[in-house]
């Protein structure tokens, strides 16, 4: 069974930089794509970034594009959500998530219902 814990969120001012981390278990970490989302309680959660399995495509939502960095690291089976330059509206929990594949085809990436393991979250506050 596939485990993902988030950690690394917490309280930051506009313009301050946070990064989380997002462990995995198992040996298959490698094998797929990985993505963030984040969720406004009472709103709809929204993707934030994804990377592919080698980490040699990513894609940003055009909301973080230029402040946040998806990167990965294989050999430690963790995936990690740079973000500078943060705003108030960035505010929310933050999820990771398991790709059903190695990348995706067109805007798969971006879609909740194409990842089949999910972390409990993590929450980010910016304060202005």
């Known amino acids: 069974q596939v485990q993902l814990v988030e950690s690394g969120g917490g309280l930051a001012q506009a313009g301050g930089s946070l990064r989380l981390s997002c462990a995995a278990s198992?040996?298959?970490?490698?094998?797929?794509?990985m993505g963030w989302f984040r969720q406004v309680p009472g709103l709809e959660r929204e993707f934030v970034a994804a990377i592919s399995a080698s980490g040699d495509k990513t894609y940003d939502a055009d909301a973080v594009k230029g402040r946040f960095t998806i990167s990965r690291d294989n050999a430690k089976n963790t995936a990690f959500l740079q973000m500078n330059s943060l705003k108030p509206e960035d505010t929310a929990v933050y999820y990771c998530?398991?790709?059903?594949?190695?990348w995706g085809v067109g805007m798969e990436v971006t879609a909740g219902l194409n990842y089949d393991h999910w972390g409990q979250g993590t929450q980010v506050s910016v304060s202005s």
């Open positions: 998530a398991r790709f059903r594949f190695r």
């Open positions: 198992g040996r298959t970490f490698s094998n797929y794509a």
